[in-house]
């Protein structure tokens, strides 16, 4: 087992490298020049050449690629091109509301679609299984845009069940994250109830299963 994981870890290597490359190239390539975004309209050249000796962009690609390497292992990704705020600040002020939105809608939605899955694949072939399958096709069949406009037009201005702006985060706006969640909960039990129940299916099936 032990040595499963280490080749697991071995073979994930190349594919973080290349990721990082591709991340690097396309922020500092593709994107265009990051010097407009810190610099505004009309730049000197000369502020233009300090701003890219700044951001080591005069540097070649694969020395730009060793250096963010390098903020990645340190966790120091230097400061914001646009407002030149440190990047680790707008991770603290941004991990936690993600966490609160992304950890209960996450949890939620699988064990929804979990249940119904270890449900329908228990009964498959039934009009249960075909119609929960229907539903969840239609499900994943509508653009997300749909259900956060429906779910903030009807349940947040026309119910006024939630409040849809000037929310705090914190144990006291709490309330404010509902709407989010249950909005992440419907656009995800669709697909994952699809996948659950293939997993489920095919290990109903294993000879170990129809052993016991």
């Keep these: 087992m032990f040595i499963f994981l280490i080749r697991k870890v071995l073979y994930s290597i190349p594919v973080i490298l290349g990721v990082a490359a ?63 705020t440190p990047v680790r600040t ?22 929804i679609a979990v249940s119904l899955a270890l449900m329908v694949a228990f009964y498959r072939g039934s009009f249960l299984d075909k119609t929960m399958t229907m539903f969840a096709i239609a499900g994943i069949s509508v653009s997300s845009l749909v259900y956060i406009l429906l779910g903030q037009w009807l349940f947040a201005d026309q119910w006024k069940l939630f409040p849809i702006w000037g929310c705090e985060y914190g ?35 294993r000879d170990y299963i129809r052993t016991a």
């Design 90 to 111: 707008i991770f603290k002020r941004g991990i936690g509301p993600t966490l609160m939105l992304s950890v209960p809608a996450f949890l939620l939605g699988a064990l």
């Design 171 to 205: 144990m006291g706006g709490m309330v404010s994250l509902v709407l989010p969640i249950l909005i992440w909960v419907v656009l995800s039990v669709g697909t994952d109830l699809r996948y659950f129940r293939t997993v489920a299916l095919e290990e109903i099936s």
């Design 22 to 84: 591709i991340t690097l190239w396309l922020f500092t390539v593709a994107s265009g020049d990051p010097t407009a975004l810190k610099l505004g309209k009309k730049p000197t050249p000369a502020e233009v050449q300090a701003a890219r000796q700044e951001l080591d962009l005069d540097k070649p690609f694969y020395v730009r690629y060793g250096i963010f390497l390098g903020e990645v292992v340190t966790g120091d990704f230097g400061n914001s091109w646009t407002d030149n």
